[in-house]
């Protein structure tokens, strides 16, 4: 069974980081492309950032670039979100998906595996 668990969220400060994972289980993720996306109360889901299976395609919302950074390490079948200079309008639960094949995208519905997510709260 497919399988996402996201950790590493938490309370933090404006200006602060957290690095969140998103490691899987019952599948490798060598073939699949993998999406970040988050939730805020009363908002719609948004892409944050993408890469491909082979890591050689990258991508970020512009509201995130320069900020964040997403990785994988296909060894270790985690992906990774880290995040640096948080806002409070970060503040949102997180969510990995996956997506069979190379080809990274921000289009929700293009992933059929989901984490159940972690929550990032950014807050003085």
């Known amino acids: 069974q497919l399988q996402l668990v996201e950790s590493g969220g938490g309370l933090v400060q404006p200006g602060g980081s957290l690095r969140l994972s998103c490691a899987a289980s019952g599948f490798t993720l060598d073939y699949y492309a993998i999406g970040w996306f988050r939730q805020a109360p009363g908002k719609e889901r948004e892409g944050v950032s993408c890469i491909s299976s082979n890591s050689g395609r990258i991508n970020y919302a512009d509201s995130v670039k320069g900020r964040f950074t997403i990785s994988r390490d296909n060894a270790k079948n985690t992906v990774y979100l880290q995040m640096n200079s948080l806002k409070p309008e970060d503040t949102a639960v997180y969510y990995c998906?996956?997506?069979?094949?190379?080809?990274?995208?921000?289009?929700?519905?293009?992933?059929?595996?989901w984490g159940q997510g972690t929550q990032v709260t950014v807050s003085s």
């Open positions: 998906a996956a997506a069979y094949g190379p080809v990274a995208t921000m289009t929700s519905r293009e992933y059929g595996s």
